[in-house]
């Protein structure tokens, strides 16, 4: 019912920068909040970061706090991940979500509606 859209992908270097985009299209009902995920090779989804709906309230990933920034427009119905000083572990698929309800930041079962993801490739 809500189809998440993800752009801004591809190959940088290590300590470069991208900016992801969620674009939420059609009608969407109400939700709790829009978050990032991530899943390498090997590895679980991982919690990047979210934005609540109600006051704007942002989580980071321990490995990502200080690096990556979320952000949301409301006019065109997009939330943004600017990722800074990208790392080689930061190579993954990038997942955004969103949370129909009730849910937990960092927890990808607690959110309903998925992209499907864009690759972000750190390599030198």
């Known amino acids: 019912q809500v189809p998440l859209v993800e752009s801004g992908g591809g190959l940088v270097q290590p300590g470069g920068s991208l900016r992801l985009s969620c674009e939420a299209s059609?009608?969407?009902?109400?939700?709790?909040?829009i978050g990032w995920f991530r899943q390498a090779p090997g590895k679980e989804r991982e919690g990047v970061s979210c934005?609540?709906?109600?006051?704007?309230?942002?989580a980071y990933g321990d490995s990502v706090r200080g690096r990556f920034t979320i952000s949301r427009d409301n006019t065109n119905n997009t939330v943004y991940l600017r990722m800074n000083s990208l790392k080689p572990e930061d190579t993954a698929v990038y997942y955004c979500a969103a949370a129909g309800g009730v849910y937990v930041p960092s927890k990808s079962q607690t959110y309903d509606y998925w992209g499907q993801g864009t690759q972000v490739t750190v390599s030198s």
């Open positions: 059609g009608f969407t009902p109400d939700y709790y909040a």
């Open positions: 934005i609540s709906s109600g006051d704007g309230a942002t």
